[in-house]
């Protein structure tokens, strides 16, 4: 088994930034949101997969990759809370510029949003122990 430091994920990273950034500004300005009803939980998807790769790449390579591999599930763990505290202030901000009224803060949508937020995490979790560690 070994340890790559050369697998940095900065180009999942790059990418995703793009594909949400890009999608995000789009999806709001021409209305897909609201014509596509799944669509926000496609998005919740990646971003809680981009979130978490960013914090996989900040706190968990270079020296300390072979103690992320070593304790995988706190490594999961740590980026599942993570992605979640993420995912509970973005639910905070869309209150906050008026993007979601009060009353829907504890319904359906936002337990889905960080279903998916979460969901996302899992994914990123997979995606780096996959990518950087090999057994061989």
């Known amino acids: 088994m070994y340890y790559s430091d050369k697998k940095s994920l900065v180009p999942e990273i790059v ?3 793009l594909a949400v950034g890009l999608g995000h500004i789009l999806f709001e300005r021409y209305s897909f949101y609201y014509i596509i009803p799944k669509l926000d939980m496609a998005m ?5 997969l981009l979130i978490g790769l960013i914090i996989l790449k900040v706190f968990f390579t270079g020296k300390r990759t072979e103690m992320a ?3 995988k599930v706190f490594t999961a763990s740590m980026v599942l809370l ?3 505290i ?3 202030g973005w639910e905070v901000f869309e209150y906050g510029v008026g993007l979601t009224p009060l009353y829907q ?6 337990m ?3 279903v998916f937020d979460a969901a996302g995490a899992l994914g990123a979790s997979l ?10």
């Open 112 to 114: 889905s949003d960080l």
């Open 105 to 110: 803060i504890a319904t359906e949508d936002t």
């Open 82 to 84: 993570g992605v979640m």
């Open 127 to 136: 995606w780096y122990f996959k990518k950087v560690w090999r057994v061989g």
């Open 86 to 88: 993420v995912g509970l």
């Open 44 to 48: 919740h998807l990646l971003g809680g």
């Open 15 to 17: 990418t995703l930034t």
């Open 69 to 71: 591999h070593q304790h």
